[in-house]
C-alpha cells in the first residue's frame, strides 16, 4: 500500500511539473512580442497586439469596467499590486500569468479525459488554442487567402447573404489581455471540475467541490460570451446529474448556481459610476433576426453532436461523461442559432472568436473517450511529438506576423510618447489635444498612464453609447460626440466637402473611424449585427444634415471660441507635409522618433476671421 500510495504521489508530481513546463511555454510565447519590441525600441514598454485592448486597460484604470470585466479587472489589479503600480509590468506579466493559469487550467481539464501524457499536451494546445486552429477566422493563422473564414464567407454567399458573420482577427486570442484570458481559465476549470465530478461517483473531494461552487458562482463577473454557455451546461448537467440519481452532484452544481444567481443580481444592483452596464450594452448590439448562422463551428457541432446523439441512442449509454460530452458539442449550434426561435440574437462573431471551439474541442475529446477508451494508445508518443511541435510551429509563426503587423502603430504611439514627455508638460496638460490619427489616441492614453485627455477616444463612447435609430426614423439623431467630431476636422484640416466623402465612404464599407462617433454601433458598424441591422440608406440620408451642420461648425463664431483655448496638433507628417489652411497656423514645437518613425508636435493656433 505504501508503494501504491508513493507511486501516486510521484505521478501527480510529474503530472504538475509537465502541466507547468507546457504552460511556462505558452507563457514565453506570450512574452515574445513584449521583448522584441523592449529590444527594438530599447526601454521597458509593452506591445499592444490586440483589438479593445487599451479601452479595456483605460476602463480598469478609471475604474468604469462593467460587472461582466469584474474578474479580469480584480485579476489586473492583484498584477498590479504585485508589479509595484507600473502599468507597462503589468500588462507584459499578464501576458505570462493569465495563459499560463489557462494553460495549468486546460491541462487539469484533458487529464479528466486522456490517460496519455503525451497526449494530453497535445490535447491541452488544441483546448487553449482552439478558435485560433480551427475558426478560420484568425488571419495570421490561416493565412492563405483561399483557406480562411473570407473565402468560406464567399462559398456560402451564393446560398444566401450574410449566413457567416465576420469574425477575423489577426491576434492569438489567449494573448488578448484580459479577455478572453482570464474567462478561458475559469471556463477550463469548470470543464474540468464537471468532468471530474461526473466520474466521481462515490468520491467526495471537498476541496475541489468548494473549487466548483465557487468557479461556477463566478461565472456572472466574467467575459459573457464566455461565461453565459458555460453557465448553460452547468444547468443542463444539474438535469443530467438529477436524473441519474447523482444526489452530491446535484447539490454542488445546484449550490454553484445559486451562488452565480446571489452574484448576478447584486452586479446588476452594482453599476460603477461612468461605467457601462451590462444591460445597455444587450440593447445596443442585439437585434432581430430568425436566419440561421453557419460557421465551422455550427457545421461541425451539427455533425458531431447528431454522430454523437446517435452512437449513445444505439448503445443506451446513461453516462453523465457522455451528457457533458454531447452538451459540449451541441451549444456551438445552440448558442449561435437560438435565433431561429427566439427571434432575437447579439453578435454571433463573438461567440466564435470565444467560446465555440474550446467547447467543441472539449466534446470531441470526452466523446472520443466514450467511444473508443483506449484511442490514445493507438497512436505512438512520436506521432503525438510530432503534432505538438507542429503546434507550437504553427503558433510560433503566427506570433511572428502578428508581432510585425502591429508592430507599426506601437512604433508611432512610443514616437508620440516621447514627443509629448519632450514638450513642457504644463503646456501639454493645459492644451486641447488633437491626435491626427484619431485611432491611436487611447494607446497614447494607455503607454501615458491616462495622464492625458484626448477629446476624441474611443473609449468614451464605449462607455457611453449612442442610442440605435428608432425602427421608423429616416435619418440618425444628432451625436453626442458631433461636435468633437467637427473640432478634430477643423483642427485637422478636413473640409465640408472631403468631410463628406470620408463619411460616405465610411457608411458603404461598413467601418470606419468618423461613423463610430456619429452613428450607433449597431446601426453603422457591421460586425456588430453580422451585417444584419445595417441601417445604411438611413445613415447616407443622414450625411447631408452633418456636413450642414459642419459648415455652420466651422464659421467664425466657433473659431473664435477654439482660438481661446490652447491646443496642439499630434501628428506624424513634417511640417512641410501639413495642409496649409487660411485660419489654421501650426508652429512645430517638438519632435520625437524611434525605429525610423517620427511623431510631431504643433501648437496649433486659429484666425478667427481669416
Given at each position: 500500500?505504501?508503494?501504491?500510495s508513493?507511486?501516486?504521489?510521484t505521478?501527480v508530481r510529474c503530472?504538475?511539473a509537465?502541466a507547468?513546463?507546457?504552460?511556462?511555454a505558452?507563457?514565453?510565447l506570450?512574452?515574445l512580442?513584449?521583448?522584441?519590441f523592449?529590444h527594438?525600441?530599447?526601454?521597458?514598454?509593452?506591445?499592444?497586439?490586440?483589438y479593445d485592448e487599451d479601452?479595456?486597460?483605460l476602463s480598469?484604470?478609471?475604474?468604469t469596467?462593467r460587472?461582466?470585466?469584474a474578474?479580469?479587472?480584480?485579476?489586473?489589479?492583484?498584477?498590479?499590486?504585485a508589479?509595484s503600480s507600473s502599468l507597462?509590468?503589468?500588462?507584459?506579466?499578464?501576458d505570462?500569468?493569465f495563459p499560463?493559469?489557462a494553460?495549468c487550467?486546460?491541462y487539469?481539464?484533458?487529464s479528466q479525459?486522456?490517460s496519455?501524457r503525451?497526449?494530453r499536451?497535445?490535447?491541452?494546445?488544441?483546448?487553449?488554442?482552439a478558435?485560433?486552429?480551427?475558426?478560420?477566422?484568425n488571419?495570421?493563422?490561416?493565412?492563405?487567402?483561399?483557406?480562411?473564414?473570407?473565402?468560406?464567407?464567399?462559398?456560402?454567399?451564393?446560398?444566401?447573404p450574410?449566413?457567416v458573420?465576420s469574425?477575423?482577427?489577426?491576434?492569438?486570442?489567449?494573448f488578448r489581455t484580459?479577455?478572453p484570458?482570464?474567462?478561458?481559465?475559469l471556463m477550463?476549470?469548470i470543464?474540468?471540475?464537471?468532468?471530474r465530478?461526473v466520474?466521481?461517483?462515490?468520491v467526495?473531494r471537498?476541496g475541489?467541490?468548494?473549487?466548483l461552487?465557487?468557479?461556477?458562482?463566478?461565472?456572472?463577473?466574467?467575459?459573457?460570451?464566455i461565461?453565459?454557455?458555460?453557465a448553460?451546461?452547468v444547468g443542463g448537467?444539474?438535469?443530467v446529474?438529477a436524473m441519474?440519481?447523482?444526489k452530491h452532484?446535484v447539490?454542488?452544481?445546484?449550490?454553484?448556481?445559486?451562488?452565480?444567481?446571489v452574484v448576478?443580481?447584486l452586479?446588476?444592483?452594482w453599476?460603477q459610476?461612468?461605467?457601462?452596464?451590462?444591460?445597455s450594452?444587450?440593447s445596443?448590439?442585439?437585434?432581430?433576426?430568425?436566419a440561421p448562422?453557419?460557421t465551422?463551428a455550427?457545421?461541425?457541432?451539427v455533425?458531431?453532436?447528431?454522430a454523437?446523439?446517435?452512437?449513445?441512442?444505439?448503445?443506451?449509454s446513461r453516462?453523465?461523461?457522455a451528457?457533458?460530452?454531447?452538451g459540449c458539442?451541441?451549444?456551438p449550434?445552440?448558442?449561435?442559432n437560438q435565433q431561429?426561435?427566439?427571434?432575437?440574437?447579439?453578435?454571433?462573431?463573438?461567440?466564435e472568436?470565444n467560446?465555440?471551439?474550446?467547447l467543441?474541442?472539449?466534446?470531441?475529446m470526452?466523446a472520443?473517450a466514450q467511444?473508443?477508451?483506449t484511442f490514445?494508445?493507438?497512436?505512438s508518443?512520436?506521432?503525438?511529438?510530432?503534432?505538438?511541435?507542429?503546434?507550437?510551429?504553427?503558433?510560433?509563426?503566427?506570433?511572428w506576423?502578428?508581432f510585425r503587423?502591429?508592430?507599426?502603430?506601437?512604433l508611432e504611439?512610443i514616437?508620440?510618447?516621447?514627443?509629448?514627455?519632450?514638450?513642457?508638460?504644463?503646456?501639454?496638460?493645459?492644451?486641447r489635444l488633437?491626435?491626427e490619427?484619431?485611432?491611436?489616441?487611447?494607446?497614447?492614453?494607455?503607454?501615458?498612464?491616462d495622464?492625458?485627455?484626448?477629446?476624441?477616444?474611443?473609449?468614451?463612447?464605449?462607455?457611453?453609447?449612442?442610442?440605435?435609430?428608432?425602427?421608423?426614423a429616416?435619418?440618425?439623431?444628432?451625436?453626442p460626440y458631433?461636435?468633437?467630431?467637427?473640432?478634430?476636422?477643423?483642427?485637422?484640416?478636413?473640409?465640408?466637402?472631403?468631410?463628406?466623402?470620408?463619411l460616405?465612404?465610411?457608411?458603404?464599407?461598413?467601418?470606419?473611424?468618423f461613423t463610430?462617433?456619429l452613428?450607433?454601433?449597431?446601426?453603422?458598424?457591421?460586425?456588430?449585427?453580422d451585417?444584419?441591422?445595417?441601417?445604411?440608406?438611413e445613415?447616407?440620408?443622414s450625411?447631408?444634415?452633418?456636413?450642414?451642420?459642419?459648415a455652420?461648425?466651422?464659421?467664425?463664431?466657433?473659431?473664435?471660441?477654439?482660438?481661446?483655448?490652447?491646443a496642439?496638433?499630434?501628428?506624424?507628417r513634417?511640417p512641410?507635409?501639413l495642409?496649409?489652411?487660411p485660419?489654421i497656423?501650426n508652429d512645430?514645437?517638438?519632435?520625437?522618433?524611434?525605429?525610423g518613425?517620427?511623431?510631431?508636435?504643433?501648437?496649433?493656433?486659429?484666425r478667427p476671421?481669416?
Open positions: 500500500m505504501r508503494n501504491e508513493e507511486a501516486a504521489r505521478s503530472e504538475i509537465v507547468c513546463l507546457l504552460a511556462t505558452v507563457g514565453l506570450g512574452l512580442p513584449h521583448l522584441a523592449m527594438e525600441v530599447g526601454e521597458f514598454q509593452n506591445f499592444h497586439d490586440a479601452s479595456y486597460v480598469w484604470l478609471r475604474g469596467l460587472p461582466t470585466r474578474l479580469s479587472g480584480a485579476a489586473l489589479s492583484l498584477l498590479y499590486a508589479c507597462d509590468a503589468t500588462l507584459v506579466v499578464s505570462f500569468v499560463f493559469l494553460t487550467a486546460a487539469f481539464a484533458v479525459l486522456l496519455s503525451m497526449a499536451v497535445l490535447g491541452t494546445l488544441l483546448l487553449v488554442f478558435n485560433d486552429f480551427f475558426s478560420l477566422g488571419l495570421v493563422v490561416w493565412s492563405d487567402a483561399h483557406l480562411n473564414i473570407v473565402a468560406f464567407s464567399r462559398a456560402f454567399h451564393f446560398v444566401a450574410n449566413l458573420p469574425y477575423e482577427t489577426h491576434f492569438l486570442a489567449i484580459p479577455e484570458q482570464v474567462s478561458s481559465a477550463f476549470l470543464l474540468g471540475l464537471l468532468a465530478l466520474g466521481s461517483e462515490n467526495t471537498r475541489l467541490d468548494v473549487l461552487i465557487g468557479a461556477i458562482a463566478a461565472l456572472p463577473l466574467g467575459y459573457t460570451f461565461t453565459l454557455p458555460i448553460a451546461l448537467m444539474v438535469v446529474f441519474s440519481g447523482r452532484a447539490a454542488i452544481t445546484t449550490l454553484g448556481l445559486a451562488g452565480a444567481v448576478a443580481s452586479a446588476y444592483f453599476q459610476a461612468q461605467g457601462q452596464s451590462a444591460q450594452l444587450f445596443a448590439l442585439s437585434y432581430a433576426s430568425r448562422i453557419v465551422p455550427v457545421i461541425a457541432s455533425v458531431f453532436s447528431s454523437f446523439g446517435i452512437w449513445l441512442a444505439l448503445q443506451k453516462s453523465p461523461l451528457f457533458l460530452a454531447l458539442l451541441l451549444l449550434f445552440v448558442i449561435s431561429i426561435i427566439s427571434g432575437v440574437m447579439i453578435s454571433a462573431r463573438d461567440w472568436r467560446v465555440s471551439y474550446p467543441l474541442v472539449f466534446g470531441a470526452a472520443a467511444i473508443w477508451p490514445e494508445s493507438r497512436y508518443a512520436k506521432v503525438i511529438g510530432v503534432a505538438c511541435l507542429g503546434c507550437l510551429t504553427i503558433l510560433l509563426r503566427a506570433q506576423i502578428t503587423l502591429w508592430e507599426p502603430i506601437n504611439s514616437a508620440i510618447v516621447r514627443a509629448l514627455n519632450s514638450t513642457d508638460p504644463a503646456l501639454v496638460h493645459r492644451a488633437t491626435f490619427d484619431a485611432g491611436i489616441s487611447q494607446l497614447v492614453q494607455v503607454r501615458m498612464k495622464s492625458i485627455d484626448a477629446p476624441l477616444s474611443f473609449y468614451k463612447v464605449g462607455m457611453n453609447l449612442i442610442p440605435v435609430m428608432a425602427p421608423g429616416t435619418e440618425a439623431g444628432v451625436s458631433e461636435n468633437l467630431v467637427f473640432e478634430h476636422w477643423l483642427r485637422t484640416n478636413v473640409s465640408a466637402a472631403d468631410a463628406e466623402r470620408l460616405r465612404t465610411e457608411i458603404q464599407q461598413g467601418v470606419g473611424t463610430n462617433y452613428f450607433a454601433f449597431r446601426d453603422a458598424w457591421y460586425p456588430a449585427s451585417n444584419r441591422a445595417v441601417r445604411r440608406v445613415l447616407e440620408r450625411v447631408r444634415s452633418i456636413i450642414g451642420r459642419y455652420v461648425f466651422i464659421g467664425p463664431e466657433n473659431r473664435r471660441r477654439l482660438a481661446a483655448e490652447p496642439l496638433l499630434i501628428s506624424s513634417a512641410a507635409q495642409p496649409s489652411s485660419w497656423r512645430a514645437i517638438g519632435s520625437a522618433g524611434v525605429h518613425v517620427t511623431a510631431y508636435i504643433y501648437r496649433q493656433s486659429i476671421d481669416s
